[in-house]
């Protein structure tokens, strides 16, 4: 598993019109080829009247899969610089569509490849995009006189929160970096003067939204 990859949040669309041309671009994450072949088709039938509806896919933890369609614009006019502008993001396990409906006026070849480019561009922007970074979940256990100064200094810290259990006592369950679990671990045992149960969960990844690079 990878330590970090950037992907998409998730969906998004945006429209952009050149030369009278509409492009609507659509984002979206997927995980197997399957979901991007789905997610393609979807739009495809949803814009069935369009001009042409050209994708893109960046699928595997190294890229394994790559793919374009220029649907029916000429070769490498679209469906490459689509895909240029994923891996120039340095995205993952996403896919893009753009939606064209001819307005009348030809681009022609450097044209189309700077549209289809900036749709993309111009969805990512809607979509978001977001930092996987893989964590250790740990599971921290105490009596419920701690937990307010638990939770608070928690709060005040870096780490992040991902879930509260509460039963007799209270389980919190924390994402903490493999290479910060034992210092981590001597922090929750200083704050509680040793009253705390510290075990190790799954190991999982948790998303930071980042500004549009």
């Given at each position: 598993?990878?330590?970090k990859?950037?992907?998409v949040?998730?969906?998004?669309?945006?429209?952009i019109?050149?030369?009278?041309s509409?492009?609507?671009?659509?984002?979206?994450?997927?995980?197997?080829?399957?979901?991007?072949?789905?997610?393609?088709?979807?739009?495809?039938?949803k814009?069935?009247?369009a001009?042409?509806?050209c994708?893109?896919?960046?699928?595997?933890?190294?890229?394994?899969?790559?793919?374009?369609?220029?649907?029916?614009?000429?070769?490498?006019?679209?469906?490459?610089?689509?895909?240029?502008?994923?891996?120039?993001?340095?995205?993952?396990?996403?896919?893009?569509?753009?939606?064209?409906?001819?307005?009348?006026?030809?681009?022609?070849?450097?044209?189309?490849?700077?549209?289809?480019?900036?749709?993309?561009?111009?969805?990512?922007?809607?979509?978001?995009?977001?930092?996987?970074?893989?964590?250790?979940?740990?599971?921290?256990?105490?009596?419920?006189?701690?937990?307010?100064?638990?939770?608070?200094?928690?709060?005040?810290?870096?780490?992040?929160?991902?879930?509260?259990?509460?039963?007799?006592?209270?389980?919190?369950?924390?994402?903490v970096?493999?290479?910060?679990?034992?210092?981590?671990?001597?922090?929750?045992?200083?704050?509680?003067?040793?009253?705390?149960?510290?075990?190790?969960?799954?190991?999982t990844?948790?998303?930071v939204?980042?500004?549009?690079?």
């Amino acid at each position: 598993m990878l330590q970090k990859y950037y992907t998409v949040k998730g969906y998004g669309e945006q429209e952009i019109v050149i030369e009278k041309s509409r492009f609507i671009c659509y984002i979206n994450r997927a995980e197997t080829e399957e979901e991007a072949v789905a997610f393609i088709q979807q739009i495809k039938k949803k814009h069935w009247d369009a001009t042409h509806n050209c994708s893109a896919y960046l699928i595997g933890e190294h890229d394994q899969i790559q793919k374009a369609n220029d649907d029916g614009e000429p070769s490498g006019t679209a469906g490459v610089p689509m895909l240029e502008v994923l891996k120039k993001k340095g995205l993952k396990d996403t896919v893009a569509v753009v939606t064209r409906y001819f307005g009348g006026i030809k681009l022609g070849a450097g044209g189309l490849v700077r549209a289809y480019g900036r749709a993309v561009t111009e969805g990512l922007n809607a979509a978001g995009i977001v930092e996987r970074r893989l964590m250790r979940v740990i599971h921290v256990t105490i009596d419920y006189t701690w937990l307010g100064k638990v939770e608070n200094e928690l709060r005040s810290s870096n780490y992040k929160v991902k879930n509260i259990h509460y039963s007799d006592r209270v389980t919190i369950e924390i994402f903490v970096e493999e290479t910060d679990k034992t210092s981590f671990a001597a922090w929750i045992e200083d704050l509680t003067n040793g009253r705390s149960t510290i075990s190790e969960g799954e190991q999982t990844y948790l998303e930071v939204e980042i500004d549009t690079p």
